[in-house]
């Protein structure tokens, strides 16, 4: 089963590289790949991403129900994974303190930040209506998945420097 979704989300980071190719614009590539994974993923129901503006990650691209729009540091898995850079898995959103419900279907969350050059620019949110659909392998290659992106975008107009 493990093998199953390796080889499931390697196919997924494959048609990313097709999809962007040399395209560098950044909302563009947020926007097709968060319509790519919304399509790819079974059990998904919302996928985006949370752009870093003025000291609040602010909605930006993304396919599902409208979502809230800003979220301060620290607030929800979104704000969490933005102060610890790290990714979150959240295998019930219910048992995650802080946690801001924007589905009410939502039931289990994957956060991923996009770090570019020691900055988080934006974060990659991903809801299942499933409790626990979000595992090891899934932050494993959903890390590869942003790596992708951001080795084909041009985020400068998106950093502290620009
Ligand atoms: N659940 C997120 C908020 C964003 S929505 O899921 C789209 C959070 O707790 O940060």
Redesign the pocket.
Known sequence: MNDKRRKNMEELNKTLKSLIGAEGDWLANLANSSALLFQFLDNIN?A?Y?IWKNGE?V?GP?Q?KP??VR?RAG???????YQKKESIV?EN?HK?S??????AA?QS?I?IPVIVAGEVIA?L?I?SPITGRFNEIDREYLEKFVEILIDETDFLPLTAKS
């Open positions: 919302w985006g949370y990650l909605l993304f599902g979502a809230c979220i607030s929800g898995v979104c704000g969490t994974a959240v959103v995650f802080g946690h801001i419900a924007c589905d939502s969350e956060v974060i949110d809801d």
